[in-house]
């Protein structure tokens, strides 16, 4: 009688083991001790694709069921979807990939991680030790292909030198500033046995992170900010990251002072906050990117002055301020702008030591003067720079994502994008309230990432809400990922603002190209609701502005159900506003009528 795959599996994990696991003498070959380390790190979900160099770590995930395998369509999705994983629940994401062709799909993944500063282990297969440098069937450099898109990366040659390698690589991408770490073992390594040890902890020589801050420069930093007239609180994806938001929010408290958060950074302040005064940056508020040039003291944690944040270095240099900056990441203070006082440490512990000098100092802020900073911090949010023509006739995109916050504010609700308009939308007309609940590609700007993100995060967090806002062009670089939602069973919602362009890129086109519009638009695109009718799921074509909500209340209410919302939207609307390339933050157009 032929038995089932579920039969099979569980007649090989009903077979003992030749000896314990945990005895000083048990023998395990290098997939099996590949194993026990993940479950020492207490990994439960692994995303992956086999190939011919990892079958031997693909026959010890099959021996097992604590870790649970997730079968992505692409390489690329599954470091996207390990990705999102870590994003929403700050744990280390692993993905598994083949040699060659496997590593070389998951790179730009890695490399989105890596600019997002994202904790991830990638174990990668390779061709067997001696046949390295020859150009095996199926080889690649991965050691050097990688190397500039990961914070550490590793080639393990002896099986005895494995587990005590994953242990470095957690290591490594959890702590200091965090990052993607590639682990690549070759096959022969996967099959040769070893006695197995897990160190419970490690000590590495040439990295040891520094964590508490210098007092001495908190101090300066604390005086600095009680005589300040015009101050302002600036902060980014590394307070996020270092799980910072609640002592944000305690010294915003404290303090009184205005706050603003990166693209990254969304959620450490409530976005509901009135000290909170939106995104800054090329499409942040008119508001936050005034406040920044105008103010005398600015206190920046776990930022990086980016050139999406201030634009122009030499405009921002333009006006005298001083500036103080937070960062874990040495080598992240004065990359682009000078401070006046840089304080290297974990954010968090930084933020307690200065909450609790400010509570201890005798002096308090100058009342007075920070009145008269947010009166004028008034005045300019008075432009109300994020209003928008609401129509009738066509459905404005803006409206779409207003309508689901309003829906889904008091639910435990995560929202992934992919990159281009629909993203600067989410992150301008969805208040996040809650930090790890807006997930999006920042650095590398990586379209394709928010349906594997989504998958990812769904099957951490199975009870949430899971909306994926997207694009015709964006959703369609991943979009044979439906097929791993249905196997499963990851009821996501995909909110596609459908304007018939590279929406962005088009916008691009208009302003600075005389309206050629070179290859943005699409010309052929699928029938979505089919589409994903053909995957198992529900498509719903949303066409006139009154059927959006009913929509999206459709959508949440099919909770087991992955829908597809092909939403067509204004294909002339723009991003408002918008700094231009080489600009100061402070030149800002606000709409068409600034043209």
Request: contains cysteine; glycine residues 8%.
């Amino acid at each position: 009688m032929d038995m089932s795959a579920a039969e099979i599996k569980r007649a090989a994990l009903a077979q003992p083991p030749s000896s314990s696991p945990n005895s000083p003498t048990a023998e395990l070959n290098g997939s099996e001790i590949l194993v026990r380390c993940l479950q020492a790190e207490g990994v439960r979900h692994l995303w992956g694709y086999p190939g011919g160099a990892v079958l031997y770590i693909y026959d010890a995930l099959y021996k097992q069921d604590s870790i649970q395998h997730v079968l992505v369509r692409h390489e690329q999705a599954a470091v996207h979807a390990a990705d999102g994983f870590a994003r929403a629940t700050g744990e280390v994401g692993v993905a598994l990939v083949t040699s060659g062709p496997g590593v070389t799909n998951a790179i730009t993944g890695i490399a989105t991680a890596y600019m997002d500063s994202i904790p991830m282990v990638i174990i990668t297969g390779q061709v067997p030790t001696p046949a390295i440098g020859l150009d095996a069937f199926q080889e690649c450099d991965t050691v050097g292909i990688t190397r500039p898109i990961v914070k550490h990366n590793f080639l393990v040659k002896d099986v005895r030198d494995l587990a005590v390698t994953l242990k470095k690589a957690f290591h490594i991408a959890r702590t200091g500033r965090p990052g993607p770490v590639v682990v690549d073992i070759p096959k022969d390594v996967s099959l040769a046995k070893t006695t197995f040890s897990y160190p419970e902890r490690i000590e590495m020589r040439s990295y040891n992170p520094v964590r508490k801050g210098h007092s001495g420069q908190i101090r300066k930093a604390v005086q600095l900010l009680l005589q300040a007239k015009r101050p302002y609180i600036y902060t980014g994806g590394g307070v996020i990251l270092g799980e910072a938001a609640t002592e944000l929010r305690q010294l915003v408290d404290l303090l009184g002072f205005p706050c603003t958060n990166t693209l990254m950074g969304l959620g450490a302040m409530p976005g509901t906050d009135p000290r909170f005064l939106g995104m800054l940056g090329m499409h942040g508020t008119y508001e936050a990117n005034m406040t920044m040039q105008h103010c005398d003291v600015l206190l920046a944690v776990g930022a990086r002055f980016d050139d999406r944040v201030i634009g122009n270095p030499k405009h921002f240099g333009s006006v005298e301020r001083k500036i103080i900056h937070v960062d874990i990441d040495p080598s992240s203070i004065s990359k682009r702008v000078r401070v006046d006082i840089p304080i290297v440490g974990d954010v968090k512990d930084v933020l307690q030591e200065l909450i609790a000098q400010i509570r201890e100092a005798q002096a308090r802020p100058d009342a007075d003067a920070i009145n008269a900073w947010w009166s004028q911090i008034n005045g300019w949010r008075s432009r109300d720079c994020l209003v928008y023509k609401d129509s009738d006739e066509v459905i404005k995109p803006q409206m779409v994502v207003d309508t689901l916050w309003k829906l889904t504010r008091d639910r435990d609700t995560y929202i992934t994008s992919d990159v281009g308009q629909h993203q600067m939308w989410a992150a301008q007309y969805y208040k996040f309230d809650e930090p790890r609940r807006w997930i999006n590609s920042g650095g590398l700007g990586t379209m394709g990432v928010g349906l594997p993100y989504a998958m990812g995060i769904k099957l951490a967090k199975p009870e949430s809400d899971v909306f994926c806002i997207t694009g015709e062009g964006s959703i369609q670089m991943c979009i044979q990922e439906l097929s791993t939602c249905f196997q499963y069973k990851t009821p996501v919602k995909i909110v596609s603002l459908n304007n018939r362009y590279l929406g962005m890129v088009r916008q691009w086109q208009e302003l600075d190209y005389e309206g050629r519009y070179s290859h943005s638009y699409m010309d052929a695109l699928p029938n979505f609701v089919k589409l994903a009718e053909a995957y198992g799921h529900v498509g719903i074509l949303v066409e006139k502005p009154g059927d959006v909500e009913p929509a999206l209340k459709e959508a949440m209410r099919l909770t087991d159900r992955t829908v597809f919302l092909d939403i067509r939207t204004d294909p002339t609307e723009n991003v408002w506003p918008m700094v231009k390339a080489g600009k100061g933050i402070s030149e800002m157009l606000l709409g068409s009528e600034d043209l």
